[in-house]
Protein backbone atom coordinates (compact mmCIF):
# COMPACT_ATOMS: atom_id res chain seq x y z
CA UNK A 1 0.00 0.00 0.00
CA UNK A 2 1.00 3.45 -1.08
CA UNK A 3 2.42 4.90 2.69
CA UNK A 4 3.82 8.17 4.00
CA UNK A 5 7.26 9.08 4.74
CA UNK A 6 6.39 10.11 7.92
CA UNK A 7 4.95 6.78 8.78
CA UNK A 8 7.05 5.06 11.41
CA UNK A 9 9.34 2.61 10.39
CA UNK A 10 7.94 -0.92 12.07
CA UNK A 11 4.99 0.21 9.98
CA UNK A 12 6.26 0.79 6.85
CA UNK A 13 8.48 -2.74 7.66
CA UNK A 14 4.58 -3.81 8.29
CA UNK A 15 3.69 -3.25 4.62
CA UNK A 16 7.11 -4.42 3.17
CA UNK A 17 6.19 -8.12 4.97
CA UNK A 18 4.77 -10.31 1.48
CA UNK A 19 2.71 -12.01 4.05
CA UNK A 20 0.22 -8.59 4.83
CA UNK A 21 -2.83 -8.93 2.34
CA UNK A 22 -2.59 -6.40 -0.46
CA UNK A 23 -5.48 -7.45 -2.48
CA UNK A 24 -9.38 -6.44 -1.59
CA UNK A 25 -11.39 -8.90 -3.46
CA UNK A 26 -13.09 -8.99 -7.26
CA UNK A 27 -16.54 -7.64 -6.49
CA UNK A 28 -15.25 -4.18 -5.22
CA UNK A 29 -12.45 -4.16 -8.18
CA UNK A 30 -14.94 -4.62 -10.75
CA UNK A 31 -17.66 -2.74 -9.44
CA UNK A 32 -15.23 0.32 -8.99
CA UNK A 33 -13.45 -0.31 -12.43
CA UNK A 34 -17.40 -0.04 -14.26
CA UNK A 35 -18.14 3.31 -12.56
CA UNK A 36 -14.43 4.46 -13.89
CA UNK A 37 -15.15 3.09 -17.43
CA UNK A 38 -18.66 4.97 -17.25
CA UNK A 39 -16.68 8.12 -16.55
CA UNK A 40 -13.64 8.24 -18.44
CA UNK A 41 -15.74 6.71 -21.57
CA UNK A 42 -14.60 4.19 -24.31
CA UNK A 43 -10.81 4.70 -25.10
CA UNK A 44 -11.57 4.42 -28.79
CA UNK A 45 -12.65 8.32 -28.00
CA UNK A 46 -9.84 8.77 -26.25
CA UNK A 47 -6.82 7.14 -24.63
CA UNK A 48 -7.17 8.37 -20.59
CA UNK A 49 -4.03 7.96 -18.49
CA UNK A 50 -5.17 6.38 -15.52
CA UNK A 51 -2.94 6.34 -11.89
CA UNK A 52 -3.36 3.27 -9.87
CA UNK A 53 -1.83 4.52 -6.36
CA UNK A 54 -1.04 1.90 -3.91
CA UNK A 55 -1.69 -0.85 -6.82
CA UNK A 56 -0.41 -3.60 -4.28
CA UNK A 57 0.13 -6.47 -5.91
CA UNK A 58 -1.80 -5.61 -9.07
CA UNK A 59 -4.69 -8.10 -8.92
CA UNK A 60 -7.23 -5.27 -8.14
CA UNK A 61 -5.43 -3.87 -12.19
CA UNK A 62 -5.78 -6.77 -14.33
CA UNK A 63 -9.91 -7.69 -12.58
CA UNK A 64 -10.72 -3.76 -13.74
CA UNK A 65 -8.51 -3.83 -17.06
CA UNK A 66 -11.63 -5.71 -19.26
CA UNK A 67 -13.20 -3.08 -18.76
CA UNK A 68 -10.77 -0.02 -19.08
CA UNK A 69 -9.32 -1.82 -22.51
CA UNK A 70 -7.06 0.61 -24.21
CA UNK A 71 -6.53 3.03 -21.24
CA UNK A 72 -3.00 3.28 -20.22
CA UNK A 73 -3.12 2.42 -16.42
CA UNK A 74 -0.02 2.33 -14.50
CA UNK A 75 0.40 0.94 -11.33
CA UNK A 76 2.54 3.22 -8.61
CA UNK A 77 3.65 2.05 -4.91
CA UNK A 78 6.26 2.81 -2.28
CA UNK A 79 6.63 -1.01 -1.65
CA UNK A 80 9.45 -2.75 -4.24
CA UNK A 81 8.18 -5.85 -3.53
CA UNK A 82 4.48 -5.06 -4.05
CA UNK A 83 5.68 -3.44 -7.56
CA UNK A 84 7.59 -6.54 -8.19
CA UNK A 85 4.58 -8.59 -7.59
CA UNK A 86 2.26 -5.57 -9.59
CA UNK A 87 4.85 -6.21 -13.07
CA UNK A 88 2.94 -9.82 -13.21
CA UNK A 89 -0.33 -8.52 -14.32
CA UNK A 90 0.20 -3.97 -15.35
CA UNK A 91 2.64 -3.23 -18.48
CA UNK A 92 3.71 -0.41 -16.68
CA UNK A 93 4.66 0.43 -12.53
CA UNK A 94 6.54 3.10 -11.27
CA UNK A 95 7.71 3.61 -7.31
CA UNK A 96 6.02 6.75 -5.80
CA UNK A 97 5.14 8.05 -2.47
CA UNK A 98 2.34 10.46 -1.85
CA UNK A 99 4.98 12.85 0.50
CA UNK A 100 8.55 13.39 0.04
CA UNK A 101 8.83 15.16 -2.76
CA UNK A 102 5.18 13.59 -3.84
CA UNK A 103 4.46 11.53 -6.94
CA UNK A 104 6.70 11.45 -9.84
CA UNK A 105 4.15 13.07 -12.46
CA UNK A 106 3.53 16.51 -13.26
CA UNK A 107 0.65 18.54 -12.37
CA UNK A 108 -2.31 18.05 -14.56
CA UNK A 109 -1.00 14.62 -16.02
CA UNK A 110 -3.31 12.21 -15.25
CA UNK A 111 -7.10 11.85 -16.07
CA UNK A 112 -8.27 9.34 -13.49
CA UNK A 113 -6.39 7.85 -10.35
CA UNK A 114 -7.73 4.78 -8.51
CA UNK A 115 -7.26 4.69 -4.41
CA UNK A 116 -8.22 1.72 -3.67
CA UNK A 117 -8.25 0.61 0.02
CA UNK A 118 -5.08 2.68 0.62
CA UNK A 119 -6.81 5.96 2.48
CA UNK A 120 -6.95 4.10 5.58
CA UNK A 121 -3.74 3.26 5.58
CA UNK A 122 -2.37 6.56 5.83
CA UNK A 123 -1.06 8.93 8.38
CA UNK A 124 -1.57 12.20 6.39
CA UNK A 125 -4.85 11.72 4.40
CA UNK A 126 -5.02 15.30 4.23
CA UNK A 127 -1.84 15.68 2.17
CA UNK A 128 -2.05 12.56 -0.19
CA UNK A 129 -5.90 14.04 -1.27
CA UNK A 130 -3.78 17.36 -2.20
CA UNK A 131 -1.01 15.28 -4.13
CA UNK A 132 -4.02 13.63 -5.83
CA UNK A 133 -5.68 16.65 -6.66
CA UNK A 134 -2.29 18.09 -8.05
CA UNK A 135 -1.62 15.50 -10.44
CA UNK A 136 -5.17 15.39 -11.76
CA UNK A 137 -6.12 17.57 -14.84
CA UNK A 138 -9.29 19.76 -14.02
CA UNK A 139 -12.37 17.52 -14.48
CA UNK A 140 -10.32 14.61 -13.91
CA UNK A 141 -11.69 11.46 -11.95
CA UNK A 142 -11.15 10.23 -8.47
CA UNK A 143 -11.85 6.92 -7.81
CA UNK A 144 -11.28 6.06 -4.13
CA UNK A 145 -12.53 3.05 -1.95
CA UNK A 146 -12.67 2.56 1.56
CA UNK A 147 -14.03 0.02 3.94
CA UNK A 148 -16.87 1.27 6.02
CA UNK A 149 -17.10 2.00 9.88
CA UNK A 150 -21.02 1.93 9.55
CA UNK A 151 -21.19 -1.52 8.31
CA UNK A 152 -24.61 -3.26 8.88
CA UNK A 153 -22.80 -5.55 11.00
CA UNK A 154 -20.49 -2.97 12.31
CA UNK A 155 -23.77 -1.36 13.89
CA UNK A 156 -24.70 -4.24 15.72
CA UNK A 157 -21.24 -4.78 16.92
CA UNK A 158 -21.11 -1.73 18.13
CA UNK A 159 -24.39 -1.63 20.25
CA UNK A 160 -22.99 -5.15 21.64
CA UNK A 161 -19.48 -3.11 22.91
CA UNK A 162 -17.95 -5.37 19.94
CA UNK A 163 -14.91 -3.82 18.48
CA UNK A 164 -16.34 -2.81 14.73
CA UNK A 165 -15.03 -4.87 11.87
CA UNK A 166 -11.84 -3.27 9.61
CA UNK A 167 -10.86 -1.13 12.89
CA UNK A 168 -7.76 -2.35 14.65
CA UNK A 169 -5.69 -1.54 17.83
CA UNK A 170 -2.14 -3.13 16.81
CA UNK A 171 -0.44 -3.99 14.63
CA UNK A 172 0.93 -7.25 16.16
CA UNK A 173 -2.71 -9.44 16.48
CA UNK A 174 -7.01 -9.03 16.38
CA UNK A 175 -8.24 -7.84 19.70
CA UNK A 176 -12.07 -7.30 20.75
CA UNK A 177 -13.17 -8.02 17.23
CA UNK A 178 -13.83 -10.56 15.27
CA UNK A 179 -11.21 -11.87 11.94
CA UNK A 180 -8.30 -12.84 12.38
CA UNK A 181 -5.68 -10.75 10.05
CA UNK A 182 -3.66 -7.79 10.45
CA UNK A 183 -3.83 -5.83 7.72
CA UNK A 184 -2.84 -1.61 9.41
CA UNK A 185 -6.01 0.34 9.24
CA UNK A 186 -5.47 3.64 11.03
CA UNK A 187 -8.67 5.65 9.92
CA UNK A 188 -11.94 4.59 9.32
CA UNK A 189 -14.42 6.48 7.26
CA UNK A 190 -18.52 7.05 7.27
CA UNK A 191 -20.42 7.92 3.96
CA UNK A 192 -20.85 11.18 5.39
CA UNK A 193 -17.49 11.42 6.22
CA UNK A 194 -16.09 10.40 3.55
CA UNK A 195 -18.04 12.36 1.51
CA UNK A 196 -17.45 15.72 3.43
CA UNK A 197 -13.64 14.72 3.52
CA UNK A 198 -13.16 14.66 -0.34
CA UNK A 199 -15.31 17.75 -0.96
CA UNK A 200 -12.75 19.89 1.78
CA UNK A 201 -10.14 18.56 -0.59
CA UNK A 202 -11.08 20.07 -3.38
CA UNK A 203 -13.55 17.99 -5.60
CA UNK A 204 -16.93 17.57 -6.49
CA UNK A 205 -18.02 14.59 -4.95
CA UNK A 206 -20.76 12.69 -8.19
CA UNK A 207 -21.44 9.43 -7.05
CA UNK A 208 -21.03 7.21 -3.68
CA UNK A 209 -21.87 3.54 -4.41
CA UNK A 210 -21.51 0.76 -2.04
CA UNK A 211 -19.72 -2.55 -2.75
CA UNK A 212 -19.29 -6.21 -0.49
CA UNK A 213 -16.66 -7.70 1.05
CA UNK A 214 -14.57 -10.75 0.76
CA UNK A 215 -14.19 -11.40 3.90
CA UNK A 216 -17.83 -11.79 5.41
CA UNK A 217 -18.64 -15.05 6.19
CA UNK A 218 -20.38 -17.05 3.70
CA UNK A 219 -24.35 -17.62 4.97
CA UNK A 220 -23.90 -13.39 5.24
CA UNK A 221 -22.50 -12.63 1.56
CA UNK A 222 -26.52 -12.55 0.52
CA UNK A 223 -27.08 -10.08 2.59
CA UNK A 224 -24.07 -8.09 2.32
CA UNK A 225 -24.78 -7.67 -1.34
CA UNK A 226 -28.14 -6.85 -0.57
CA UNK A 227 -26.67 -4.15 1.62
CA UNK A 228 -24.60 -2.47 -1.12
CA UNK A 229 -28.23 -0.73 -2.61
CA UNK A 230 -27.57 1.43 0.31
CA UNK A 231 -24.16 2.65 0.51
CA UNK A 232 -24.09 4.05 4.03
CA UNK A 233 -24.76 0.48 5.24
CA UNK A 234 -22.30 -1.49 2.42
CA UNK A 235 -19.09 -3.15 3.72
CA UNK A 236 -16.88 -0.90 1.24
CA UNK A 237 -17.72 2.36 0.45
CA UNK A 238 -16.95 3.83 -3.36
CA UNK A 239 -16.84 7.22 -4.27
CA UNK A 240 -16.47 8.81 -7.42
CA UNK A 241 -15.66 12.20 -7.69
CA UNK A 242 -13.96 15.22 -10.23
CA UNK A 243 -11.19 17.52 -9.51
CA UNK A 244 -12.56 20.67 -9.45
Same mark, same amino acid.
Given at each position: MTSTSTAPRDLRDFYEDPSVPVASGDARSLRQA???ADAIGPATARTSVVL????????????AAPFLAGHRVVG??????????AHAHL????RG???????????????????SEVIEHLVDPDSALD?? %??? +??? =?????? !???? #?????? %??? +??? =?????? !???? #????HGRPGSEVVGHLRLYTARALREFVAASGFE????????????PRPLRALDRLACAVPSASSILLLHARRT
Open positions: RMLDIGCGDGTAAAAVDWSQDALKRPYVVELTDGGLPFGDGSADAVLFEL %RRV +LRP =GGHLML !STPN #LAAWYN %RGL +LLA =GVQPVF !SEVS #LRGIVVRLAGAPFHGV
